[in-house]
């Protein structure tokens, strides 16, 4: 059973984030600031989280290292809107 939701939840991840990034391509096409720069890279670390979880699946990568480099895409997350909020707010004021 595990087999075969593994991969359809992937795809599903993959298929939403891939949706999430293009919308904000879009608002970045439209306002061209860093903030959306920033916020689309924010983003597109979900996209790759599925890569991730993909090579873990396929073996490509070991446990150790999936493990690994979720944590810091998550940091990179944060990061990445941590620095949207800071430059927006000192673009405004």
Do not use: C
């Not at 599903?12 to 916020?39: D, E, H, K, M, N």
């Not at 070991?62 to 493990?67: E, I, Q, R």
Request: a positive charge; glycine letters at 8%; hydrophobic letters at 65%.
């Amino acid at each position: 059973m595990a087999s075969v939701v593994l991969p359809v939840v992937l795809g599903v991840a993959a298929i939403a984030a891939a949706l999430v990034i293009g919308v904000a391509l879009a608002a970045l096409v439209q306002r061209r600031s860093v903030p959306y720069l920033l916020v689309t890279l924010a983003f597109a670390t979900l996209l790759a989280r599925t890569a991730v979880g993909v090579a873990l699946m396929t073996e490509t990568v070991g446990p150790a290292l999936h493990h690994t480099l979720e944590h810091g895409l998550d940091a990179a997350m944060a990061g990445l809107v941590i620095a949207a909020v800071y430059t927006a707010r000192r673009a405004r004021g």
